[in-house]
């Protein structure tokens, strides 16, 4: 009985979600931005490292080993001992893909769990489909978002802070306070980038600033969006470039800086494929400031 009083309260909380103790935030915005060192600054840590499954937490579009067994952990902890079994073999991807992409292992769940079981997790499969992994700025595919969707789902009363590079989270839970996360661009290359590079030798660096201008550009004006935002110039991006496997020209024609931001200098604005849809207020992770959740 324990476990069908669980379902009726995870059915509330994907109805009404601040209704049952639990606060949800993204932190959106392109990669490498600061948006899982803000959640550190004030305290709230990854789910896996946080004990008990409730209480303040981090999730991430991260699914890897670790990920894995916390998952198992949280569903054996929820009433869910068959998928939590299933899950301890299952490694080709995150165990709440499997009704879309992996049947066999969907009807094994469906014919050997309980009735119990079955009555917490169907609200959760139901959200799970391949149109809501669809963001909705772009259309752009991402089933990680799954993920995300179920471990918020599973999760005790807490603030709870999802960290995606698109907001498309918000086509599974209604009432999710969502910030644009910015890092000031020479910032952004000659510190957030440099490191990452560090860690990721192989990574594409240009990639990376294409998808940044998904959401940011760059304008002869001031934004009054970007409040504690400074007039940058061409000279200072060159400089901030260095170590970057990337030239001067190729991230002149990705941000379409023209002769006269050149000659008079540059601000942020909203604005890309995302940035253009997105009404969400914008925050700089080097501000200095914590962002109040």
Known sequence: MKYLKLYEQFRLILE???????NLFLLCGPSATGKTYLAGKIGIEHWTKTSGFKGD???????????????????????????AEISKT???????????????????????ASEEEK?????????????????PNTGQTDPRVWNLAAIAYLWGPGRIVFDDVRPTINKIYDGVKEYIIYT??????????????????????????????EWFQLSETPDSSFKDDKKYTI???????????????DFITIAKITDKMKENGFYFKKGGIQ???????VFNSRSGENLSL
């Open 119 to 135: 009555k917490i997790l169907d609200p959760l499969w139901s959200v799970i489909t391949e149109d809501n992994m669809k963001c």
């Open 275 to 281: 940035g253009d849809k997105d009404n969400s207020p």
């Open 90 to 112: 299952f490694k080709e991807d995150s165990i709440f893909s499997i009704k879309v992409y992996y049947q066999d292992f969907y009807k094994k769940w469906e014919a050997e």
């Open 16 to 22: 009404k979600l601040d209704h049952q103790g639990k």
């Open 184 to 213: 000031p661009i020479t910032t952004y290359l000659s510190d957030n980038l440099i490191n990452r590079l560090k860690k990721e030798p192989d990574m594409n660096v240009k990639g990376k600033i294409e998808k940044f201008f």
């Open 235 to 249: 000279q200072e991006v060159e400089e901030s470039m260095k170590g970057l496997n990337i030239k001067i020209e």
């Open 57 to 83: 937490c981090l999730i991430t579009t991260d699914v890897g080993n670790v990920d894995q067994e916390k998952t198992t952990q949280l569903l054996e902890s929820k009433g869910c001992p068959k998928l």
